[in-house]
């Protein structure tokens, strides 16, 4: 039997579908989930809506074959990233497909990352139905993944809230990020914060009597530069990640209103990418003790000046092991024994933390992913329906 080369009909359509849906992170991802809901509330399906403070976003947890055992959850989020200023050749929200260099393709945002994953997944709901599978299957589609993975936090609180009887747990999480379809075992994480610093204005010529907020935020910038160039030159490897090393980066600074004013206000984000293994907030500790040495310095002039951090985001690294089940279960479906590791963070170390044995593998490359012109092959999304058609014949 030689392995298809493009997916159903009905696969592809649902995939085109949720393409159309303008789900960026800033946006409402409620049309989209609730075009799934319907399909899922038809085919007898029970499913709960768990919702961000705003209400205008929700994650979808569906259970298939509920009542019975454990199980396994396909994971997908279903924000997208912006195309403000990319040079895009095709409709964002089009869904068109187009041959090009002799390869049948989906274009549009979110196609590799992830509605392909996330459309395929949907269309094999009467399937799953069908195949009476022995184990309970999930379904978990979030929001607010490619800002911090917020979404995936509430989902998880949720099913915790839920107060689920210890066998009804799922107990492996398939998250179908563009990985080619080859399982991928480990991700870095990322840990990113705002840094305010909080100084005294004054007459640039009376910097006696003033607390420069941007010079206090210079020192601890340069400091995280310092942080870096010592885990590139002397820090733990891991091989086999493009940079097998943690980084750091700051990534926005503000400050100031005029020359000739001291500023009193700046801030600015930072992020560690860093290594499964890594105790982050031991980093973040280092970054806050260089901080507290600065304040006193600062408080001599005016009590009122500070340096406090806001956590934006912490999206934990990913590690699993090679005869981890959820890792065997992906090689078995995609009928291959590689294993990959990837440079982007994913919500599978959210779903590892809770206990919840994960791996990531799903169609489309993270290459074609945030880019203009975003797409994904249909002979992509067609490995993922064989995946996915082998999950129903799996016992
Ligand atoms: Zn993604």
Redesign the pocket.
């Known amino acids: 039997m030689t392995a298809a080369t493009t997916p159903s009909a009905a696969g592809l359509a649902w995939a085109q579908r949720l393409v159309r849906f303008n789900t960026i992170s800033r946006e409402s991802n409620l049309p989209l989930i609730e075009c799934i809901a319907d399909h899922l509330r038809t085919l007898g399906v029970p499913l709960r809506l768990s919702w961000d403070d705003s209400r205008r976003k929700a994650n979808l947890f569906a259970t298939l074959g509920e009542g019975k055992p454990g199980g396994v959850i396909l994971s ?2 279903t924000d997208t990233v912006p195309w403000d200023g990319q040079a895009w050749t095709v409709d964002p929200l089009g869904a068109d497909l187009r041959t090009v260099a002799g390869e049948p393709r989906l274009y549009g945002r979110g196609s590799a ?2 509605k392909g994953f996330i459309g395929l997944v949907v269309a094999q709901t009467q399937a799953f139905l069908d195949a009476d599978l022995p184990h309970a299957l999930h379904y978990a589609f979030s929001y607010d ?2 800002v911090g993975c917020f979404g995936a936090q509430t989902l998880l609180a949720d099913l915790a809230e839920a107060g689920l009887p210890k066998a009804a747990l799922p107990r492996l999480c398939i998250v179908g ?2 990985t080619s379809m080859v399982p991928a075992i480990a991700h870095k994480g990322v840990a990113r914060w705002r840094c305010c610093v909080k100084g005294r204005a004054a007459h640039s010529s009376q910097t006696h009597i003033a607390v420069n907020a941007i010079e206090a935020a210079a020192r601890l910038v340069a400091g995280l530069a310092d942080m870096a160039d010592d885990f590139a030159a002397r820090g733990p490897r891991y091989a086999g990640f493009e940079v097998p090393w943690t980084t750091a980066a700051v990534g926005v600074i503000e400050g100031g209103i005029a020359d000739n004013v001291v500023p009193e206000d700046c801030r600015f984000h930072y992020e560690f990418r860093a290594l499964p293994g890594t105790d982050v907030a031991a980093l973040q500790r280092r970054v806050e003790d260089h901080a507290a040495s600065l304040v006193p310095a600062m408080q001599a002039v005016d009590a009122a000046t500070g340096i406090r951090f806001e956590t934006l985001c912490a999206v934990p690294p990913f590690q699993a092991a090679l005869d981890d089940p959820a890792v065997r279960l992906a090689q078995q479906l995609a009928g291959t024994d590689r294993t990959t590791l990837v440079g ?1 963070g ?1 919500e599978a170390g959210l779903f590892q933390s809770a206990g919840i044995a994960s791996v990531v593998c799903g169609p489309g490359s993270i290459t074609q ?1 945030h880019q203009a012109d975003e797409y994904v092959s249909l002979a992509q999304l067609a490995q993922a329906e064989a995946f996915l058609q082998a999950l129903a014949r799996h016992r």
Do not use: L, S
């Open positions: 997908g989020h990352d992830m993944e490619e990020e563009p982007f994913t992913a």
